[in-house]
């Protein structure tokens, strides 16, 4: 884990190379499911369960820079999160995602803060 001045815990969760040929990737940290999905050449971090009623985003797909949900197909904006227009859920909840060195970093102390 790295400690960075702007207050984040970073810490490496998944080789880079895992998303080279997969669009959505389950990882997890201390026991906290994630998802890191990638949108062309951008990485997401994102909570795996749907806001919606916790169906597994894994199985869901990417496109026009939304995740959709394999259930209901409601959809989530990779960059801020916001669920589809009509929707009683909340946001998709997003983590600060960053790479560096050949692996993907998450900020830990944002993932453990969402969880509690
Ligand atoms: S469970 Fe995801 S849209 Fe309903």
């Known amino acids: 884990m ?5 207050g984040g815990e970073w810490v490496a969760i998944c080789p880079l190379q895992r998303l080279a040929d997969q669009t959505i990737v389950c990882v997890r940290f201390e026991a906290i499911d994630l998802l890191l999905v990638r949108h062309g050449d951008r ?7 749907c806001p ?4 597994d ?5 990417v496109a026009d820079g939304r995740l959709f949900c394999p259930r209901h197909l409601a959809s989530f904006d990779l960059q801020n999160g916001d669920v589809s227009v009509g929707w009683p859920s909340r946001s998709l909840r ?8 050949g692996q993907i970093w998450v900020d ?3 993932v453990k803060s969402a969880a509690a």
Do not use: M, N
Not at 43 to 49: L, P, Q, V
Not at 57 to 61: M, N, Q
């Open 43 to 49: 990485i997401f971090a994102c909570e795996r369960a």
């Open 52 to 55: 919606h009623e916790q169906a």
């Open 2 to 6: 790295t400690t960075t001045p702007e």
């Open 94 to 101: 997003r983590y600060p995602v960053r790479t560096k060195d």
């Open 57 to 61: 985003l894994s199985w869901g797909r």
């Open 108 to 110: 830990a102390a944002a």
